[in-house]
């Protein structure tokens, strides 16, 4: 049975996390999205809510779990009796940091298998860090987080007072400027 695991931060979920989970699923007998505290980078949702949103947007499939970790992945990918380690690549940003990351964790763990699926086309230009700046401008995040995911953002990040666009529509403080 292989078990694999999909560590990463999800500060939140984005379709193109989901595109992996759904196209290494068929990969592997079992699926565990390991969700990463990484105080380091200080994230914008906490580990709890994190964790809850991806195991809402993952409800559906089967073979999936959602755990929370701190520490090493490698040291939790032997406590869930792991033997794959699945991460996403888009081109360019993030081949070093996967490369790096890929051959210090076989240094640490020479018995797990890094295993990069290339981003689909559509996604290559998404990323948590961009999702979260866009969602406190007010952008839409149509198509490109869940929805649940969405309506989290809009609770963290209320419109801004100012200039706001999303889907079209503009919100304008100053109601003079309307004609
Ligand atoms: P980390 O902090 O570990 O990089 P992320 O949540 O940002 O955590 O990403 C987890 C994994 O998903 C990483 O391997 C990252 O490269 C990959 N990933 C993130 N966004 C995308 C995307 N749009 N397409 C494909 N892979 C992605």
Excluded: W
Excluded at 154 to 174: D, H, Q, S, V, Y
Aim: hydrophobic share 45%.
């Amino acid at each position: 049975m292989v078990v694999a695991v999909y560590p990463g931060t999800f500060d939140p979920l984005t379709c193109g996390h989901m595109d992996i989970i759904e196209r290494a699923l068929p990969l592997v007998d079992k699926l565990i999205i390991g969700i990463y505290e990484n105080p380091a980078k200080r994230p914008l949702f906490p580990l709890e809510q994190r964790a809850r949103l991806v195991k809402e947007a993952v409800s559906r499939l089967p073979n999936v779990e959602v755990k929370a970790f701190k520490g090493l992945a490698v040291d939790f990918i032997h406590q869930v009796g792991g033997k794959v380690m699945v991460r996403g690549l888009r081109a360019g940003s993030d081949f070093e940091r996967e490369f790096d990351m890929a051959l210090m964790n076989r240094n640490l763990a020479p018995d797990i298998e890094v295993i990069c699926l290339m981003t689909s086309s559509q996604y290559q230009f998404l990323s948590s860090t961009l999702i979260k700046e866009v969602a406190e401008l007010g952008g839409c995040l149509e198509g490109m987080v869940p929805e649940h995911v969405a309506v989290a953002l809009k609770e963290r990040f209320p419109m801004p007072t100012k200039l706001a666009t999303g889907k079209g529509k503009i919100k304008i403080k100053n109601q003079k400027l309307r004609r």
